[in-house]
């Protein structure tokens, strides 16, 4: 399981542009966005790094989670 925070999320809009971009790495990914703690929960073999580089391209950078 993967934990990444996305500060700049604020909206379901930015909720729909940030599992689209997980799911563009990986579409077999289960994806749990929270959108009050600004954490999302990906299920997935790939790499971290292919998320996050995803999802700054999308316009929403996230840094791995901590705890």
Do not use: W
Request: proline share 4%.
């Amino acid at each position: 399981m993967i934990e990444l925070t996305v500060k700049d999320m604020t909206c379901n809009h930015c909720v729909g542009v940030v599992t689209k971009a997980v799911k563009s790495v990986d579409p077999n990914a289960t994806v749990n966005v929270d959108l009050p703690s600004k954490r999302v929960q990906v299920d997935s073999a790939s790499a971290v790094g292919a998320f996050t580089k995803a999802l700054e391209e999308a316009g929403y950078p996230a840094s791995a989670a901590t705890a």
